[in-house]
Structure formats: C-alpha cells, structure tokens
C-alpha cells in the first residue's frame, strides 16, 4: 500500500516568513494529493490539492508543487500569519484508498 | 446540519465494554469515511462506505470493530469488547463524490475522542 513521509514534525517561523512542507510517498500510481489544516479540537479541513497531471497550483498566499519523477510534494506558505498556527497533513491517493502523513506542527511566531 | 455532525464529542468506557459511535453527514453527500486519529498522528483509514454498502473496510484493525450506515445517510461505528489501545480520536467525513480514494474534498466532523481505562 501507500507510505506517505512528512517532515518536519514542528516547523517554527517568525510571523510573516514562509513556511514549507514536505511529503514523499512510495505508490506510483497514485495521482491525487491534497493538503489538510486541523486547529485544535477540529476535523482537519481542505486547504489545496494536486492532481498528478499538474506540477503546481496556487491559491493566494498558498501553493502546492509535485515532482512525480522524485515522488515528493510540498506545500509552501507566504506571509505567514498568526491564524496559520496548526497542524497541516499531507496526503496521497492510492488504488488503495488515502493515505496521510503524520502531520506538521505549524507555530507561528509573533 | 451545515456540516458533519458527530456524537458523543467524548466517550469514556471501561475495557471489555462496547461503543457506539455515530456520525451525521452532510444532506445530498453519498460517500461516508471513517478514520482513527491518534495521538500525533495523521487520521488512519478504516472504512468507506458508498450510499448503504461499505465499499471498502480493509482498514478495519480487526472484528470487533463494524460499522453500518442503513439508510445511507447516518452511520454508527461499533467497537466490542474495547480495549485500552482502541484509545483514539474517531473521525467521520463525507464527501460528493464516488469513487475510491476519493479525489474531491472530505468534510470532516470534530470527532469522538474514545478513551478506554
């Protein structure tokens, strides 16, 4: 089945900074990628996704970029702002369902 | 409800003893999924069901975890004879679309935290 590698488990950046995650999975023949935010006490909720035929897309101040060759994606955050703070999970879209990463702790430092 | 609803928020049980886990989705939305969400950790696939029918429980960890959805709307994850380790966040969402994975949003509710003494 899919493995799907998050890292880092914490990432600290000063408010306003960009923030990167990054995932790498191991089924190529998975083609879907999207990105979740879970704040405390919450579901995780749909910020972007990635579809295998794309190698980036944007939605303001966030974008996402897959390599298929490397299998890794990213997500990159712009002018980080304190409502940023949460837990961001990675995941990939397998012939055997959704697979997510352990999650990345996001602080946003005033 | 505007979104998915899950009951109860928190469930406290002794171990041995049996759960009943209930998640509401969202009107109109046909696929139904339900996770398992420990601590640190990213939310793990147990079962998909498609209108009535699960579609697929492979990741259910064992028998005494079942899961039904009658009318296709509402569905109630059963855990027997519960054990310590069985202690996690439990995660309902649904989504429009079919298909397996899913390639469109999963609307997740807030989850029931089950804890087993």
């Known amino acids: 089945g899919e493995n799907v590698e998050q890292h880092p488990s914490t990432l600290s950046v000063q408010e306003g900074d960009s923030a990167v995650i990054k995932c790498t999975y191991s089924?190529?023949?998975?083609?879907?990628f999207p990105w979740y935010k879970q704040e405390l006490g919450k579901g995780p909720q749909l910020i972007i996704d990635i579809r295998s035929n794309v190698g980036e897309k944007k939605d303001q101040r966030i974008a996402v970029t897959l390599n298929k060759t490397a299998k890794h994606f990213s997500l990159h955050i712009t002018e980080t702002q304190p409502e940023d703070s949460a837990v961001y999970f990675c995941a990939g879209g397998g012939a055997d369902g959704l697979t997510f990463g352990k999650g990345t702790h996001l602080i946003i430092q005033p | 409800g505007a979104g998915v609803s899950q009951t109860p928020s928190n469930k406290v049980t002794e171990k041995g003893k049996y759960v009943e886990l209930r998640c509401d989705p969202i009107?109109?939305?046909?696929?139904l999924y339900w996770y398992r969400q420990s601590l640190g950790q990213g939310p793990e696939f147990l079962i998909y069901f498609q209108g009535t029918g699960a579609a697929d429980d492979s990741g259910l960890p064992n028998d005494r975890f079942f899961a039904v959805r009658p009318e296709g709307s509402v569905s109630t994850l059963k855990i027997q004879r519960t054990e310590r380790g069985d202690s996690a966040v439990y995660l309902c969402a649904s989504s429009l679309g079919a298909g397996h994975p899913n390639t469109g949003e999963l609307f997740f509710g807030e989850g029931s935290r089950l804890t087993v003494l």
């Open positions: 009107s109109g939305h046909t696929a």
């Open positions: 089924d190529s023949a998975s083609n879907y």
